[in-house]
């Protein structure tokens, strides 16, 4: 069964680009994960999502959305983001999932 794990920031932009690259992982190694991004106004309606990692400019939101959501939400690492490596943020995905 394909999980999913979805990339939230302010407006959704830079977390497709990071997206695309997380995508080339997952073809490359045959993987059996969904990514999506969403911008903030999408991370309420959220449904059917198996993990939700944070852009650093939403670290703010972390614990509300742990409360309100019942699947495992992180932070993506500063580093991670603005260098935009797909293959760390996919790993911290697939941690969070067990």
Same mark, same amino acid.
């Given at each position: 069964?394909?999980? +999913?794990?979805?990339?939230?920031?302010?407006? /959704?932009? +830079?977390t497709?680009?990071l997206?695309?690259?997380?995508?080339? %992982?997952?073809?490359?190694?045959?993987l059996?994960?969904?990514?999506?991004? %969403?911008?903030? +106004? /999408?991370?309420?309606?959220?449904?059917?999502?198996?993990v939700?990692l944070?852009? $650093?400019?939403?670290?703010?939101?972390?614990?509300?959305?742990?409360?309100?959501?019942?699947? $495992?939400?992180?932070?993506?690492?500063?580093?991670?983001?603005?260098?935009?490596? /797909?293959?760390?943020?996919?790993?911290? /995905?697939?941690?969070?999932?067990?």
């Amino acid at each position: 069964m394909t999980k +999913t794990i979805i990339l939230a920031c302010v407006g /959704g932009l +830079t977390t497709s680009m990071l997206v695309e690259r997380i995508h080339e %992982v997952i073809y490359r190694d045959k993987l059996n994960y969904s990514f999506y991004s %969403v911008g903030i +106004t /999408g991370v309420d309606n959220l449904k059917n999502v198996d993990v939700l990692l944070l852009s $650093p400019q939403l670290a703010y939101l972390e614990e509300k959305a742990k409360a309100n959501l019942d699947i $495992p939400v992180a932070v993506i690492s500063d580093e991670d983001f603005e260098n935009m490596r /797909g293959e760390e943020v996919l790993k911290q /995905g697939i941690e969070l999932l067990g």
